[in-house]
């Protein structure tokens, strides 16, 4: 009866440590971040999602704000930030001049332990700069994120960054639905 006990009780520990290094070994970690130079040297403002985890994320819900007010996309952002009267640039093989912007939904998405996912691509023009610029100061200082998501045994996450760390998302049951999700 002692034998069986400690073999019950071994087992049971075991398993839990299995379990735990089942999902350490799964473990996404969703990142925001946003740059002004691609790999190229070249000056584009970047905002991307990055997975520094170990294991694919499932994005459930991304949110994009402007001094906390929700926005839905890169062209409403860039009008409440920047220009009010900012209208999406109509590729006409000139982009040297007038920047291409380049944009993309994350809500939906599933991102590998490694890989990055651009969400907005803006490059600077010799007719853009002004605006480039803004943009640039803006994404320093008041644009900020929320990225729920969750691993693939459906562990939640979510990251909203409070200056630059990122480190420590907040675990959840279920990733809420923003009234406000970021779509393009």
């Known amino acids: 009866m002692v034998v069986s006990l400690i073999s019950l009780w071994v087992a049971i520990a075991t398993e839990r440590a299995n379990r735990q290094m089942v999902a350490a070994s799964s473990w996404p970690l969703l990142e925001v971040d946003s740059s002004n130079v691609d790999d190229q040297g070249r000056s584009v403002l970047l905002f991307e999602v990055s997975n520094a985890g170990v294991g694919p994320a499932k994005v459930r819900s991304f949110e994009v704000f402007y001094k906390g007010k929700p926005y839905r996309s890169a062209v409403s952002l860039i009008r409440a ?94 990733c809420p639905v923003p009234p406000v999700p970021y779509t393009e």
């Open 81 to 174: 930030c920047c220009a009010p009267a900012f209208e999406r640039p109509t590729p006409t093989g000139d982009e040297g001049a007038i920047g291409a912007l380049i944009t993309g939904g994350e809500a939906g998405n599933v991102i590998r332990a490694g890989q990055t996912h651009p969400f907005i691509k803006y490059s600077l023009g010799t007719q853009n700069g002004k605006l480039w610029h803004a943009i640039n100061t803006a994404r320093n200082e008041n644009i900020t994120y929320r990225i729920c998501y969750c691993s693939v045994f459906d562990e939640c996450w979510i990251n909203a960054p409070a200056g630059r760390d990122q480190l420590d998302p907040t675990p959840v049951d279920k």
